[in-house]
């Protein structure tokens, strides 16, 4: 006879599920128990539970996000536990079941436990990875019998923004970003915060950390001072360092770009590559050329160097990074510069602010007097006398060599910008290949940019066009899913091969990375510049929105086709159905 049975729930990640099943077993075997383990995977069931399994034993162990009204199980004491708690400590899952205690998480359609949870979910460039975790905050929040709302914070700005009275209610406020989020509207709530990944891999089991972590922000009423305290100590334990202030400084900058390239690319349209001149002055051309180059390019490193430094100290960071990057712009010093100013006023804020103490009436002067004005004097005379000039030479320096590249050396850094682009399709490594080349913009060095944009977009097109030709490969979900991988590939977003690539890394990763290195070394070779920083397909018939079109068109199609043909060689051809 049965002691425990088990149903895990893995859907896309297979491994993570017989691993899991694995655990299981072992920690029932130690304790002298018997076990029967079904996985739920995408592609069907692996060992599934029969009558003579399921009769006859104590408990049912409910392990990720299956569903809890399974008749096999009518009558079950059910002990639900997510994934990641069993990959953590099948010991731990197996002893609740034991003990005859249920699960801490509630069963979905559970009542007494119900919670009312709020959420934001923002990622740096604002399109898949928000509403990637919004969609696995609300499926995980309904599986374990919750309620929530979720505000995306994109590149389009808030959608479903909270209302005061859905905060006010709220048992738990939830921020899943990968960028700096204002939570002074949260003030006397329990706030938890954690990046995009989270809520994409594993929501149910963020969502049980959340509501037991959660703490309490900065007390409603409290001073401004206490509020940017209270904002610094919760999100201590999700910051990511450099790399996400980095991030957030980039979000914020790239609607600025994206208006300055268009604007510019509709003014060469309308009135020729000199529509700048004085000769064109009071023409549409002429001002559409002021509005795009000189005011909003003009404000992307300000803005760059202001959102790193709100990233690190807050908002009295804001005006330090500001300056330092206006700063940086008339030195000469670029994005480079306006990188070293970020971090400067951000870090240099935030000691001040650490170490500067004033009686408790005065505080209150620190965030919008005291810190801007000392913050902005580090910043700026640093920036002058040391910072300035040495980096404005070496942006100098970088621009030069990327616009002299020709032949062997162009080739080479496409490669590398696609293939860095591919990897990890939205990661860390994506982004710090997308940064690049955007901030090169400001410095009117645009071929990166052309390199960076192709090579994204190769990786779902090229498994969308290999779920046509070699549809043996790929499971029927994967087929279906091929053609919203097209629609995402064109328009620029690269998550949408993740599900592809999830479920067999070690060799669509590849396939990946080497059509996205064919397509940025194409454009490079051919000096392809780009001068908008997404949109994908959409933003090639803008006039002078890119350069070579044609080669530029026959990069993409090259990397598609070879993604595509990697992924036939690779990829093992699926086992013919039972007849």
């Not at 893995?10 to 694995?22: F, K």
């Not at 206490?226 to 790399?243: C, L, P």
């Not at 990946?512 to 070394?521: D, H, R, W």
Request: proline share 5%; net charge neutral.
């Amino acid at each position: 006879m049965t002691d425990l049975v088990a149903s895990i729930t893995a859907g896309d990640v297979t491994v993570a599920g017989v691993l899991a099943a694995e655990a299981l077993k072992s920690a029932a075997r130690s304790r002298k128990w018997t076990i029967e383990v079904e996985v739920r995977t995408a592609d069907g069931v692996l060992n599934p539970l029969g009558r003579t399994q399921i009769s006859g034993a104590r408990a049912l162990l409910l392990i990720g996000p299956g569903p809890s009204g399974d008749p096999r199980f009518a009558g079950l004491e059910v002990v639900a536990a997510p994934l990641a708690d069993v990959l953590a400590d099948a010991a731990g899952v197996i002893d609740r079941a034991g003990g005859g205690s249920p699960a801490s998480p509630p069963v979905a359609g559970g009542g007494e436990g119900r919670k009312r949870i709020v959420a934001i979910t923002s990622c740096p460039t604002g399109i898949a990875h928000t509403f990637m975790a919004a969609e696995g905050l609300q499926q995980a929040a309904k599986a374990l019998g919750h309620d929530i709302r979720v505000e995306t914070q994109g590149s389009v700005g808030a959608r479903d923004t909270l209302t005061d009275e859905e905060i006010r209610d709220a048992d738990l406020v939830l921020i899943a970003a990968d960028t700096q989020i204002n939570l002074s509207r949260f003030a006397g709530k329990r706030v938890f915060q954690s990046g995009t990944k989270a809520a994409i891999n594993d929501g149910q089991a963020l969502v049980i950390r959340a509501l037991a972590e959660a703490q309490i922000q900065g007390a409603a009423g409290g001073s401004l001072a206490a509020t940017v305290a209270a904002e610094k100590a919760q999100r201590a334990g999700a910051r990511t360092g450099a790399y996400k202030h980095l991030m957030t400084g980039v979000s914020y900058m790239i609607p600025f770009v994206v208006t300055g390239g268009l604007l510019i690319a509709v003014a060469f349209a309308l009135g020729g590559i000199y529509a700048f001149d004085d000769s064109h002055k009071g023409t549409l051309a002429w001002a559409l050329f002021q509005i795009g180059a000189k005011s909003s390019f003009a404000l992307m490193v300000p803005a760059l160097a202001g959102f790193i430094a709100y990233s690190i100290a807050d908002r009295p960071g804001i005006a330090p990074g500001m300056v330092g990057g206006m700063l940086a712009s008339s030195l000469g010093a670029g994005f480079l510069g306006g990188l070293a100013a970020g971090f400067i006023a951000g870090y240099g804020t935030d000691w001040f602010n650490r170490h500067i103490r004033l009686h408790r009436n005065l505080e209150g002067l620190k965030p919008v007097l005291i810190l801007p004005i000392l913050g902005s004097l580090l910043t700026g005379l640093l920036m002058i006398y040391v910072v300035g000039t040495p980096v404005a030479g070496l942006l100098a320096l970088l621009s030069d060599w990327l616009k002299s590249l020709a032949g062997g050396s162009a080739i080479l850094l496409g490669v590398l910008i696609g293939a860095m682009m591919a990897f990890d399709m939205g990661g860390p490594v994506n982004k710090a290949a997308y940064a690049f080349a955007t901030g090169l913009l400001a410095s009117q060095v645009y071929t990166p940019m052309a390199a960076a944009m192709v090579a994204g977009m190769t990786p779902p097109l090229g498994i969308a066009l290999a779920t046509r030709l070699f549809s043996g490969r790929f499971t029927p979900d994967e087929r279906e899913a091929g053609g919203a991988a097209a629609v995402l590939g064109l328009a620029f977003i690269t998550e949408g091969a993740i599900p592809f690539a999830a479920r067999d890394p070690l060799r669509v990763i590849p396939c990946l990375m080497s059509g996205s290195a064919v397509a940025g070394a194409l454009s490079m070779a051919a000096g392809a510049e780009l001068k908008v920083p997404h949109g994908g397909i959409f933003v090639l018939p803008i006039p002078n929105a890119v350069t070579h079109l044609g080669v530029y068109s026959l990069a993409l199609i090259a990397g598609t086709l070879v993604t595509a043909a990697m992924l036939r060689v690779l990829k093992k051809p699926l086992p013919a159905p039972a007849s």
